[in-house]
């Protein structure tokens, strides 16, 4: 589905990670919940963020990207020093839904990963994300959760 997202300003952990590595990433969110609180938070969604690059932090050896576990903050939230904050950028993106246990989310990233937009779309330079909200339950059988991957209109 194609849909309009507004800006999102968003602050978190991150570390980085490899297409054979991804343990740096649920490490992130084992830490999360507990620093959380930490953040004046806008809402109680919650956000995967997949980032090719961030200036102010440099790749492990091995590893090709950034991950970002998050939750939206209000403009004015004091950041603590080892957190990031960035805004997700509003505008249009396809908008996959996973559904069950976080476990066999590999499948669903299958498709998301082939799936080219068509005209008059093209994939955006941007960060893709998910977005964790009350309909997930992590390695529950009915746990859902949403995937955003950025579009520009050509």
Same mark, same amino acid.
């Given at each position: 589905?194609?849909? @309009?997202?507004?800006?999102?300003?968003?602050?978190?952990?991150?570390?980085?990670?490899?297409?054979?590595?991804?343990?740096?990433?649920? @490490?992130?969110?084992? #830490?999360?919940? @507990?620093?959380?609180?930490?953040?004046?938070?806008?809402?109680?969604? &919650?956000?995967?963020?997949?980032?090719?690059?961030?200036? &102010?932090?440099?790749?492990?050896?091995?590893?090709?990207?950034?991950?970002?576990?998050?939750?939206?903050?209000?403009?004015?939230?004091?950041l603590p020093p080892d957190m990031v904050q960035l805004t997700l950028a509003g505008g249009p993106y396809a #908008?996959? &839904?996973?559904?069950?246990?976080?476990?066999?989310?590999?499948? &669903?990233?299958?498709?998301?990963?082939?799936?080219?937009?068509?005209?008059?779309?093209?994939?955006?330079?941007?960060?893709?994300?998910?977005?964790?909200?009350?309909?997930? #339950?992590?390695?529950?059988?009915?746990?859902?959760?949403?995937?955003?991957?950025?579009?520009?209109?050509?």
């Amino acid at each position: 589905e194609i849909v @309009e997202r507004k800006d999102t300003l968003v602050a978190g952990l991150v570390d980085s990670f490899g297409v054979h590595d991804k343990a740096n990433i649920f @490490e992130l969110w084992d #830490k999360f919940p @507990e620093r959380v609180s930490e953040l004046k938070v806008a809402d109680t969604n &919650t956000y995967g963020v997949v980032m090719m690059h961030l200036p &102010t932090h440099e790749l492990k050896l091995g590893h090709d990207k950034f991950y970002m576990a998050a939750a939206p903050v209000e403009p004015e939230s004091e950041l603590p020093p080892d957190m990031v904050q960035l805004t997700l950028a509003g505008g249009p993106y396809a #908008k996959f &839904t996973h559904h069950g246990p976080l476990s066999q989310f590999e499948k &669903t990233l299958v498709e998301v990963c082939s799936w080219q937009p068509e005209a008059p779309y093209m994939m955006r330079h941007a960060p893709m994300y998910e977005m964790y909200d009350q309909r997930f #339950k992590f390695e529950e059988a009915d746990s859902v959760f949403d995937v955003y991957i950025p579009l520009e209109k050509i």
